[in-house]
């Protein structure tokens, strides 16, 4: 998420991946760009921060976000993305006409539908007459990076490529955003701010682990919720493991991270095993 959050930071960058993305929208500009916004409608309700939300010229809306694991809940995700996107931008007093059209993109590392798609694209459709659509003026888009099949744009395949870490000097979008990409990570600065990144999620992580025990304990359920943390610890790992791959860091460095993060917790076994696996499953 951090690094894409860098890469997006760039006016041009976002411009180009929208092009790729949605090349019928013929997009000429973008007039407003956040990096990592939160919304936070009232303080009852669930918060969320948008990896990056922009704004083109003819005031559509999108919402792009950076999906490493499948969670089994996007299609709910996108539903709450997209309500919050119409709760910021549809001012008090306005009729419902003035609701912008907007698109929420998640760009995944996986598969989330198991059709072989490299580009997913969702709408609303009557059950039983389906060329009736119903025109919310809401888009839901899913990249798969594992995907083969369907027609994309050229950039959009460079895009795939550089998910995927595969080398595309053809594409001129799919070697600039690699340039950067291997520039934030050989970069000492960057590599810091990373590293505390990671830790910092690690963190709330253990933190939230340790309540969720907590409740456990209190519940009668110790032992059930004794062996969700395990599995839970596991994840957070293979999920940091990922991470640090996916940015092409050494595997003697995450090695020495994820040892010194999950200190006793992990032999150094359990820890080389799964580096190992994630390295059989790229």
Known sequence: DIIFGWIMKSEENCLAIIRAILPELNITSI??????????????????RFDAVVQDDQKRYYDIEMQ??????????????????????????????????????????????????????????????????LDTHAHVLFINSKGTEGEVSNDLAGIIDVMNQKPNQTNPLA?????????????????????????????????????????????GRKEGKIEGTIEERNRNARNIIIAFKANQAAPSFIFQFVKSAFKDDLTDEEIQQMIDDVEDNE
């Open 31 to 48: 007039v407003h760009k956040e990096v990592q916004h939160d919304i936070t409608p009232v303080a009852s309700t669930r918060g969320v």
């Open 68 to 133: 490493v694991e499948n969670t089994g809940d996007l299609g709910k995700r996108a539903r709450y993305y997209q309500s919050q996107i119409d709760n910021e931008t549809l001012m008090k007093g306005e009729t419902f006409h003035k609701l912008k059209e907007s698109f929420v993109i998640f760009l995944c590392a996986f598969d989330p539908f198991s059709y072989g798609l490299r580009r997913y694209q969702f709408h609303q459709y009557e059950d039983t007459i389906r060329n009736l659509r």
């Open 175 to 219: 070697s600039k955003l690699k340039r950067e990409i291997d520039y934030y990570n050989q970069d000492s600065e960057k590599r810091r701010e990373l590293m505390d990144y990671a830790t910092r999620l690690l963190d709330e992580r253990l933190i939230g682990e340790r309540i969720g025990e907590k409740r456990g304990r209190k519940e």
